[in-house]
């Protein structure tokens, strides 16, 4: 059986247990719904041990990425493309999610009992985020701290823009290499990814047991009662994502990369499903690469570039869902945003969303930057938090997939679009068993 099958059953099994578990507990007042959720362990520790792997993957990558392009201009002409494409798709999916939240309104059906009670219960969980995004630094700061000092600590810290701009750098000096010197360091990173690779293949056999512990622990602890009260701006979320998932992305992959758009979804199916499950662009990162350059054909140049980059600063579905979250909270509070503040978010939420890390919950720490630019109150960030890990497992589904499509359009743009590897039989690789 395909990995990926057994993952969809890890998946569903957990959801079953997991929901059972809820309603059983909230019929009967027993606390096995705890007890599911203690499985949550298990999950964080396969997550972790892929995280261990993301740090050296994500160098070696660069790395073999950029010195194998053989000289700057083309590293800057791609490094132009995609962030190019990265800013643009993510400005659309900001702009689907406030056009949907105009039209479906969200959060005016929301009565003054439901915000009272979503307020008091998650109002000391959302100060927490609130206070952690005051520490956040301002767009200065930002830039200021894209540029390590220490990439080592960056490293270290998992601090992935600054190793990333650093590691480029490094790469963009060792593609002036030449002869043997070249070939010893090309060879050298090119082997610490392969290593890396192969741990990756071990650790994903343990993905359907790790993804069912992950989405057992999530429903178990769920309130459906919650779900309720925020079903409309729940689904309003997830709607835009699918029209962006589905129609953003197939037209970019139709006529930017000139594939056909069922075939990419059938090729890169794993992702989003690892995606969904571990809500982590950065725990999912080294299945996007394989998938990328087996699946897709995209060089390893190219995979290696684009998506360690769009795992840190490309987050469609964040920033969709951030569009809607900031129009549902001043529905709720009876504020109306115009147009022109709405035009302002688009512009903020594409920017926090380059700034949101690639790890849970990311999206709601930058939710509160982009809600005070707004001037919506941030303290309404209580009110979607309730639901917020089911969407934040559905939007980085769509932010994985977002750096996909990136890599075959940079990839097909610069002609580097090849075979997919799978089909040129190749020894065991991940894809394979996904
Ligand atoms: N979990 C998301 C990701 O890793 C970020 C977020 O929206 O919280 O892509």
């Known amino acids: 059986m395909k990995l990926h099958t057994r993952i969809s059953i890890g998946l569903v099994a957990g959801a079953i247990v997991g929901v059972a578990a809820n309603v059983y507990a909230g019929a009967t007042g027993s606390t096995i719904a705890d007890s599911v959720a203690k499985l949550q362990p298990f999950g964080d520790a396969w997550i ?3 995280m261990a792997i993301v740090i050296p993957l994500v160098v070696a990558s660069l790395v073999v990425g950029a010195a194998s392009l053989g000289d700057l201009r083309t590293l800057g002409r791609m490094g132009g493309k995609t962030v190019v494409y990265y800013m643009s798709t993510t400005a659309i999916a900001v702009t689907i999610g406030l056009v949907l939240s105009n039209i ?5 059906g929301i009565s003054e009992a439901s915000k009272q009670a979503l307020l008091a219960s998650y109002g000391a969980d959302a100060q927490g985020r609130i206070e952690l995004a005051r520490e956040a630094p301002g767009i200065g700061q930002m830039f200021l701290d894209m540029i ?3 990439p080592i600590k960056a490293a270290a810290d998992g601090d992935m823009l600054p190793l990333i701009l650093f590691t480029l750098v490094f790469g963009a000096a060792a593609s002036l290499l030449t002869g043997e010197r070249k070939r010893v360091l ?9 290593i890396a690779m192969t741990i990756i293949l071990w650790i994903m056999k ?13 429903t178990a602890r769920f309130g459906s009662e919650i ?3 925020l079903l409309v701006y729940a689904l309003t979320v997830v709607a835009g994502l699918a029209l962006h998932a589905f129609g953003t992305y197939a037209i970019a992959v139709k006529f930017l990369a000139r594939m056909r758009p069922l075939d990419f979804y059938k090729r890169i199916r794993a992702v989003p499903l690892l995606g969904f499950s571990t809500s982590s662009s950065n725990a999912t990162l080294p299945v ?3 998938t990328a350059e087996q699946k897709l054909g995209v060089s390893p140049r190219v995979a290696g570039f684009v998506l360690p980059l769009g795992a840190t600063v490309n987050m469609d579905g964040t920033a969709l869902y951030q569009g809607v979250a900031v129009m549902f909270i001043a529905q709720v509070f009876g504020i109306d945003l115009p147009w022109t503040a709405q035009l302002a978010v688009v512009l903020t939420a594409t920017l926090a969303s380059v700034g949101a890390a690639g790890v849970p919950s990311a999206g709601i720490i930058t939710l509160a930057i982009v809600l005070k630019q707004a001037n919506v109150p941030e303290t309404g960030i209580a009110l979607i938090l309730g639901v917020d890990r089911i969407l934040d497992m559905c939007r980085t589904a769509v932010n994985v997939t977002g750096d996909l499509s990136a890599s075959a359009f940079v990839a097909r743009s610069e002609g580097e679009l090849g075979e997919p590897t799978e089909e040129q039989g190749e020894a065991v690789t991940v894809t394979q068993q996904l």
Request: hydrophobic letters at 60%.
């Open 104 to 108: 479906i309104k969200p959060g005016s």
């Open 148 to 150: 390590p000092s220490n």
């Open 48 to 50: 972790r041990a892929i």
């Open 288 to 290: 996007t690469i394989a």
């Open 186 to 194: 090309i060879g050298f990173f090119d082997a610490i990814n392969h």
């Open 206 to 218: 343990l993905a359907p047991f790790a993804v069912f512990a992950l989405i057992a622990a999530v």
């Open 227 to 229: 779900l309720k009260s």
